[in-house]
């Protein structure tokens, strides 16, 4: 497109204009190309183009100038024109301005500059026959005037005029000449014509040099066409008509004439007889007939002006008719502002008559009129003003108005039709008020309500609505209420649905669940009713939804409560008990569950962990394995809430938490594997002291614990408390019987050995004489072995009574492990060697410190590397070691005797069991105080064995570290 904007035009000479730009830039780079190739290859066919006699050679530089000439006629013509596109646009006009100065300096200086053979130098001097390369002296003179007129494309004039215009004519003049003489077979000279002696001698242009100048000088006139020719001939009056009609009779006429002149006078028939008057007839013949059409074009153009002035005549009747007739005002204001038109509708709206109206400002009937009549160009006519107008009476009323421009002989009429919209407005603002009233009933209501579209899609909702299911009111309204709704419900709510459809019912009423956005249910309270149109088409369905979850969560509680009471009274049995407790808690109030049992001085005895999933139940069993002690140090959850008795509620489990609980990282990656994203922690309490917690958490649920849900964890936990407590009471009155009957067997039997003996030693000693008592010290040798086990009997007696008793008194330390295990397998050497079996300690490098009771450990190794060496065979070996195990250190005692069956293994520290198979010796208690002393310390102690192959017993230890608590865990 040029730089005129004509595309709201429909002449066809405008639409010619719109593409001559393009078109001639096109036609010229593609000869300028061809005259290139033709060069390039040499070939002469492509070089002339125009195989006529005298029709010269384009030279490589006109091909060059003509290329960049056309292109930047066609950057440049655009417009706006963008920095980069015109930068380029006259870097090429630079160029063909440098090449036609450069010429022209060569012709007029008579010097060779050396741009005539700067490309193709060889094909050039083959083929050029005068001057080799160099473009003629009229070529160089219009590159110089096309190059300048580019560079000043869009320079104006203070008196309106283009400079680049009239360059571009001169060219087009030039270039015309030199065609006219190619058409005429005009002779050609190497003379000079006059004025131009100068530039030596002369060449003519080729003939498609001429032709591609002229077309693009026409490019260039056609940038700015509304001057000069241009400009009259894009006029739609008789002058640009007839302009028209004459322009091509006043190119060819001419032209054609000459030609036959000249053909008379190359035929010889200049002096024939008649052929002056011949000549002058033809010329009057030629003019006569521009005179018959364009005298026709006229008659022509007068007819459809009184056809035009006719229907105008019948427009105006009917227009006049129209708005007359017409119920809106329709008012004409000149450019004063003044009414000039004012029809009935006005009259009856404003009240005035058409001659008190008329010639008044608009300002007398329309309050800002400004507002109105300055609307922007594109809108006016389009766009709908709603205003104030003024009747007669000084009574403002709402109006509505449009505004369209007329244009009559130059000068500009506004027409505004207006409307009177009194009675809408105030149907409106009744429509808005009742509207108003049922959005804020609606939206207001505590209850949920919705608008419901006959297919499902949610239409209108309230903002309880959004809070009962969690979505924002744009996600419900893209969605169905069947898509909230539980799928186990949906069924049940359609079968509604279709009954409201299908007439049989005009509201139902039902309970059903939704979907809340984070997975969970909603128990809501649905009453639906059709709404149908005057005729009882159905329109859409309204509903209100109550929130019943609360209702539903206390029956739950209730039913929990109700059923938790027989559940727990079901078993004595403390590990079922604990189970019971963890099962009513998971699912319905947790997904998790954490039940630990701690005795008065805070020692854990026994722990139960449950989750919704088999997998989660495996992960807190992992983790409370390789970290059994840690939730019970001071400072943790468990702990606090132990030691302090009061219960913690977590709605949300900050991760900072989780951090700050974590031993390491893999205790930290478990911790989130289980997720938790609200916990409660809460005493297990039984006449009047705490004697375990319990801990919920919720994770895959997305459920957040409240105040409500902490009071009935609290009043299952107490229920919980006593029933544990009830059968903690009957475990331990079982194994006070059971521990009585046995201390009686033992006392009946295990002692009645050292007893006898003292008795024989001593009545040996009284039947001796002193000085026999004195010489031979035996009995009382044997008497002071026999008090001796006796007391170890006793002792380990007391022992087991402190464990089960949960009495069992440590005072720990940091104690160096190597150091300890060497005092512990010292204390077997003589033993040892007797028997020929060969003690072996292994430590590992860099094992931790233990924090330990020392009396009390070296009393747990003796015991297990006694039973060692007890059923190690002569030659045997017995081996301790000790290595790091997370955040402990394993010790072992691992001997090579005959093993233990694997049917024993269970019944290993079981107080005054003894396998049927191994030895009778001792009152099988050595083993319950290795676990009693392990437990004491929050270790685990645990035995492995093949038989054939030897025994292995494991005890871990934990280690010393400043932040050791006193509460530990005991398996």
């Not at 053909?263 to 024939?272: C, D, P």
């Not at 005035?352 to 007398?364: I, K, M, Q």
């Amino acid at each position: 497109m040029t730089a005129v904007r004509r595309s709201g035009s429909s002449h066809p000479l405008d639409r010619v204009l719109d593409w001559l730009v393009p078109a001639v830039s096109l036609l010229a780079i593609l000869v300028a190309t061809t005259t290139l190739l033709g060069w390039a290859t040499a070939s002469e066919r492509a070089v002339r183009i125009v195989s006529i006699p005298g029709a010269g050679m384009m030279m490589p530089n006109t091909a060059l100038a003509l290329l960049s000439m056309a292109t930047a006629l066609w950057l440049l013509s655009k417009r706006p024109v963008g920095r980069a596109r015109l930068l380029v646009g006259w870097s090429l006009a630079s160029l063909v301005l440098l090449v036609g100065v450069l010429v022209v300096i060569e012709y007029v200086g008579r010097v060779d500059l050396g741009i005539d053979l700067l490309v193709f130098r060889r094909t050039v001097l083959g083929m050029s026959p005068t001057i080799p390369g160099r473009p003629s002296p009229m070529t160089a003179v219009n590159l110089c005037l096309m190059g300048a007129s580019l560079l000043l494309l869009h320079v104006r004039t203070r008196s309106g005029w283009y400079p680049a215009r009239l360059l571009a004519f001169t060219v087009a003049l030039v270039s015309a000449q030199a065609l006219i003489g190619y058409v005429y077979l005009e002779e050609l000279s190497h003379d000079p014509p006059p004025g131009l002696v100068a530039f030596g001698p002369f060449t003519a242009m080729a003939v498609h040099t001429a032709l591609l100048l002229l077309l693009l000088a026409l490019g260039v006139l056609s940038v700015h066409p509304e001057l000069g020719l241009m400009g009259v001939l894009r006029r739609r009056d008789a002058g640009g008509v007839m302009a028209r009609r004459l322009l091509p009779a006043a190119v060819v006429a001419p032209l054609l004439v000459w030609g036959v002149k000249l053909f008379s006078e190359r035929m010889g028939l200049r002096g024939a007889p008649f052929s002056t008057s011949i000549f002058a007839l033809i010329t009057v013949a030629v003019f006569l007939g521009i005179l018959v059409r364009s005298a026709n074009a006229l008659s022509r153009m007068d007819s459809r002006q009184r056809q035009v002035e006719q229907s105008l005549r019948v427009s105006e009747a009917r227009f006049s008719g129209i708005v007359n007739n017409a119920a809106d005002a329709i008012l004409t204001i000149d450019e004063a502002k003044h009414v000039t038109l004012f029809n009935a509708g006005a009259e009856r709206i404003f009240g005035y008559s058409a001659s008190e109206a008329l010639g008044r400002p608009l300002d007398v009937f329309i309050q800002e009129p400004r507002v109105l009549l300055e609307m922007p160009a594109g809108r006016a006519g389009e766009e709908r003003r709603r205003l104030v107008g003024l009747r007669k009476s000084g009574e403002g009323f709402p109006a509505e108005a449009t505004v369209g421009d007329v244009r009559v002989d130059g000068m500009r009429l506004q027409v505004v039709i207006l409307r009177d919209i009194s009675a809408r407005v105030r149907a409106e603002e009744a429509r808005r008020n009742r509207e108003e009233l049922f959005r804020t009933a609606f939206e207001h209501t505590p209850i949920g309500s919705s608008l419901v579209a006959l297919d499902g899609h949610l239409l209108m909702v309230n903002s309880a609505l959004c809070s009962m299911v969690g979505y924002s009111r744009e996600e419900l309204l893209a969605r169905t209420f069947q898509d909230i709704t539980h799928p186990d419900d949906l069924e049940m709510d359609m079968g509604f649905v279709r009954r409201l459809l299908n007439g049989e019912l005009g509201t139902y009423q039902l309970e059903k669940r939704y979907l809340h956005k984070h997975g969970h249910s909603v128990d809501v309270l649905l009453t639906a009713s059709l709404v149908r149109d005057s005729r009882g088409k159905p329109l859409h369905f309204i509903s209100q939804i109550q929130d019943i979850s609360e209702r539903k969560r206390l029956e739950l509680d209730l039913h929990m409560l109700s059923e938790a009471g027989p559940r727990l009274a079901s078993s004595l049995d403390p590990a079922t008990t604990l189970s019971t407790v963890s099962r009513l808690l998971v699912p319905s109030l947790s997904d998790f569950c954490i039940i630990a049992m701690l005795d008065e001085a805070g020692k854990a005895m026994r722990r139960e962990c449950y989750a919704s999933t088999a997998e989660k139940t495996r992960l807190l069993e992992a983790l409370f394995e390789a970290y059994p002690q840690v939730p019970f140090r001071r400072g943790h959850l468990l702990a606090e809430v132990f030691q302090t008795g009061h219960s913690i509620l977590l709605n949300e489990v900050p991760l900072k938490l989780l951090e700050s609980s974590a031993e390491d990282a893999r205790h930290l990656e478990m911790m989130m594997r289980l997720a938790p994203m609200s916990m409660i922690v809460v005493p297990l309490s039984a006449r009047g002291h705490t004697v375990g917690v319990v801990a919920l958490g919720m994770s895959e649920s997305g459920r957040r614990y409240g105040a409500r849900d902490l009071a009935l964890v609290e009043e299952v936990a107490r229920r919980a408390a006593l029933a544990i407590d009830n059968s903690t009471l009957h475990s331990q009155s079982e194994q006070a019987t059971h521990l009585r009957d046995e201390v009686l067997r033992i006392v009946a039997h295990d002692l009645r050995s050292p007893l006898n003996v003292i008795a024989l030693s001593t009545g040996t000693l009284m039947k001796r004489s002193p000085e026999e008592r004195a010489s031979d010290s035996r009995p009382l040798v044997s008497i002071q072995k026999a008090v001796a086990r006796a007391t170890a009997l006793i002792e380990d007696l007391l022992d087991v009574a402190r464990m089960q008793g949960g009495k069992l008194k440590v005072e720990r330390r940091s104690e160096a492990t190597e150091a300890l295990l060497q005092d512990a397998l010292e204390l077997h050497r003589a033993l040892a060697e007797a028997r020929s079996i060969h003690l072996q300690l292994e430590v590992a490098p860099g094992v931790p410190a233990v924090f330990v009771d020392k009396d009390r450990v070296l009393q747990l190794f003796s015991n297990l590397i006694g039973n060692a060496l007890k059923f190690t065979p002569m030659g045997g070996l017995v081996t301790l070691s000790a290595e790091p195990w997370g955040g402990m250190v394993r010790c072992s005692v691992r001997d090579t005797g005959s093993g233990i069956p694997a049917k024993d293994l269970p019944h290993l520290f079981e107080p005054f069991w003894q396998a049927g198979s191994r030895s009778k010796e001792g009152a099988g208690l050595g083993l319950t105080i290795v676990k009693g002393i392990t437990d004491a310390h929050g270790g685990h102690v645990w035995v492995e064995s093949r038989p054939g192959l030897g025994t292995t017993f494991y005890v871990a230890l934990p280690v010393a570290k400043e932040t050791a608590s006193a509460i530990d865990w005991h398996v």
